[in-house]
């Protein structure tokens, strides 16, 4: 299972894959040019427990050291993760 990403200037998603077909994703839109706020992540069934939520938050920490960026997680399950991992708290304002 590999997280994903696009992303078009203005807005992206992190997201996985399963046989084919989008089953997790992660959006976000850019609050100007040095930070990004992440809005929603959804899970579909087939890839709950299976850590994909956290998997695509990583990708997004992992993006974020990358591009010197800052990440806003407005979205519940995402503020989630970056409470319970202090080692990912780096990126965050």
């Known amino acids: 299972m590999e997280a994903l990403q696009e ?6 998603k992190f997201y ?3 046989n084919g077909i ?3 994703e992660m959006t976000y839109t850019w609050a ?3 930070r990004f706020i992440i809005d929603h992540t ?3 069934e087939i890839l709950r427990g299976k850590n994909a ?6 990708k997004a920490v992992e993006f974020a ?10 979205c519940p399950f995402a503020n989630s993760i970056f409470q319970k991992i202090s080692e990912i708290r780096d990126v965050l304002n």
């Open 7 to 12: 992303d078009n200037g203005k807005k992206g």
């Open 16 to 18: 996985i894959l399963e």
């Open 22 to 24: 989008q089953a997790a």
């Open 32 to 34: 100007g040019t040095s």
């Open 42 to 44: 959804e899970v579909n």
């Open 53 to 58: 939520g956290k998997q695509m938050v990583m």
């Open 65 to 74: 050291r990358e591009k010197q960026v800052i990440i806003i997680p407005l």
